[in-house]
């Protein structure tokens, strides 16, 4: 079965509930994202898939830990820290601990590998104050 169509737009300004994984679109093994963020959510990795990141709107703040899978908040591993603003497109590689904000909010596509995608609930994110980078 053919899927239809899905526009960006669209369906970047009906979400409502943020931090939503439900995919949009499937190929090969990789499933489409789109999703609306707000704040901050916490270090993670994907071991079995890079995680792409279009920028629909808005802004995000990632930071990650080359070289490093660590989650810790006590983690030494060298830190790098990127803004992404509407149109960027963004690639953390497999494995690689990373986390991101969006303090004004933002509509992002995310793509991974099937399942790879962590489950997500609002409660699961961190507070905006905790760890939070300086804006």
Known sequence: MIAAP???GDEATSQLKIWSTEPHAR???QELTIMRLEGQFYW?????????????DGDVFVETREGSNDISEQSEA???????RKGDVFVVPQGTA??????EGASVMF???????????????EPED??????
């Open 6 to 8: 899905v526009n960006l």
């Open 27 to 29: 190929f090969n093994d």
């Open 44 to 56: 993670h990795t994907h071991p079995d898939s890079d995680e792409m990141f279009l920028i629909i």
């Open 78 to 84: 060298p830190l790098t820290s990127r803004w992404l």
């Open 98 to 103: 990373h986390r991101s904000a969006a303090p």
């Open 111 to 125: 793509g991974l590998k099937k399942g790879a995608l962590l489950f997500m609930k609002d409660d699961e994110k």
């Open 130 to 135: 905790a760890g939070s980078p300086e804006w």
